[in-house]
């Protein structure tokens, strides 16, 4: 059984603080990873994919991924109230297995 | 373009009633996903598509079946609905099936009493 493993939160940190994420995944083979974020009653949006170790940033967004360690993080910097959601860690070689999600509550 | 297109957006059933949820997508994305979202849960992929006529089976498959007659269409199927299928049901698209964006629809949420 393949799985992803995230905790569920809540993670609160005050507006303008890194917010740090973090996903583990159990198969080995893998070989793409996502960070999607969920508002609450919304579908999934992408925000980050990631596809070989080490860092990839997009603005206030870093996916960390270390396959070595099977271990995949998301930094969110300067994090603002409307980045408040819940954030599923994807991963996969053709078929993506979801993680539980990590609710994220910035407070301002 | 309008992306991923579901109906409906919220449906009650009763038990062992059956019912189509219906998915659309204009982006001409060949492969196509089903998956069901519990409260508090992740993503649970229930079948998927990877073009017209070919379709195969996701993590959680019992209860449901779909077809794919066309690219844009990729509907799902649940026959004699049972309280345990309670869930919110997202449809998906891709480009590719690896190392590729999936594009969800907004989501139908279904309740059997």
């Known amino acids: 059984q393949k799985e992803v493993e995230q905790n569920s939160g809540p993670l609160s940190v005050p507006e303008g603080a890194i917010a740090s994420l973090n996903c583990t995944y159990s198969?080995?083979?893998?070989?793409?990873f996502f960070w999607y974020r969920q508002y609450s009653g919304k579908s999934p949006e992408l925000i980050m994919s990631?596809?070989?170790?080490g860092d990839k940033e997009d603005g206030r967004f870093t996916a960390q991924l270390n396959k070595a360690s099977q271990y995949v993080s998301l930094l969110i910097r300067d994090s603002q109230p409307s980045d408040s959601a819940t954030y599923l860690c994807?991963?996969?070689?053709?078929?993506?297995?979801f993680g539980t999600g990590t609710r994220l509550l910035v407070s301002p | 373009n309008a992306g991923v297109t579901q109906t409906p957006k919220f449906r009650i059933l009763k038990i062992g009633q059956s019912m189509t949820l219906q998915c659309t997508q204009d982006?001409?994305?060949?492969?196509m996903y089903w998956y069901r979202q519990d409260p508090g849960m992740g993503l649970k992929l229930i079948y998927y598509?990877?073009?017209?006529?070919?379709?195969d089976k996701g993590e959680v498959p019992n209860g449901y079946n779909v077809s794919r007659s066309t690219t844009e269409d990729f509907p799902l199927r649940l026959e004699l609905a049972a309280p345990s299928q309670t869930s919110v049901y997202f449809c998906?698209?891709?480009?590719?099936?690896?190392?590729?964006?999936?594009?969800f629809g907004p989501g139908t949420r279904l309740l059997v009493l």
């Open positions: 982006m001409n994305h060949n492969y």
């Open positions: 598509s990877v073009g017209a006529g070919i379709t």
């Open positions: 198969d080995r083979g893998s070989q793409s």
């Open positions: 990631i596809y070989s170790n």
């Open positions: 994807a991963v996969g070689f053709q078929k993506l297995v």
């Open positions: 998906a698209s891709s480009y590719r099936l690896r190392d590729e964006t999936q594009y």
